[in-house]
């Protein structure tokens, strides 16, 4: 059974659209009132309704493995983060280390110097 295109029925000033089916054994059309169409409207809402819960169903995955992503790149950034954190840490101790250690050795040396150019007798 092929369901063709409607055939158009000027009512009035109204223009009403008629669906036809043509029986595939004797070739006949077959105007479709409500009661015949029914159910071959039922079949194509249900089939819809069938595609589009299936298309949710994939779109509602899709978005689940999407957020799954995201709270891992937040979780890799967080990471990334608290290990920049740490070496600077590290490195800021290690400089200030150095700056110690280079101020004493400064300081040692000016007081070394200043130590040799003081007569003997005020060098305690």
């Given at each position: 059974?092929?369901?063709?295109?409607?055939?158009?029925?000027?009512?009035?000033?109204?223009?009403?659209?008629?669906?036809?089916?043509?029986?595939?054994?004797?070739?006949?059309?077959?105007?479709?009132?409500?009661?015949?169409?029914?159910?071959?409207i039922a079949a194509t809402r249900?089939?819809?309704?069938?595609?589009?819960?299936?298309?949710?169903?994939?779109?509602?995955?899709?978005?689940?493995?999407?957020?799954?992503?995201?709270?891992?790149?937040?979780?890799?950034?967080?990471?990334?983060?608290?290990?920049?954190?740490?070496?600077?840490?590290?490195?800021?101790?290690?400089?200030?280390?150095?700056?110690?250690?280079?101020?004493?050795?400064?300081?040692?040396?000016?007081?070394?110097?200043?130590?040799?150019?003081?007569?003997?007798?005020?060098?305690?």
């Amino acid at each position: 059974m092929t369901v063709r295109p409607t055939n158009t029925m000027l009512q009035g000033d109204r223009i009403l659209n008629e669906p036809t089916i043509r029986c595939p054994s004797c070739k006949t059309e077959i105007k479709l009132n409500e009661s015949l169409a029914a159910p071959l409207i039922a079949a194509t809402r249900e089939e819809y309704e069938m595609r589009l819960a299936q298309s949710n169903a994939s779109m509602a995955v899709k978005e689940k493995e999407l957020k799954r992503q995201q709270a891992e790149i937040a979780a890799a950034k967080e990471d990334i983060g608290n290990q920049v954190a740490e070496q600077i840490k590290l490195e800021r101790a290690g400089i200030a280390s150095r700056k110690r250690a280079r101020q004493n050795c400064c300081f040692r040396s000016i007081c070394t110097t200043r130590t040799r150019s003081l007569p003997s007798s005020r060098r305690r």
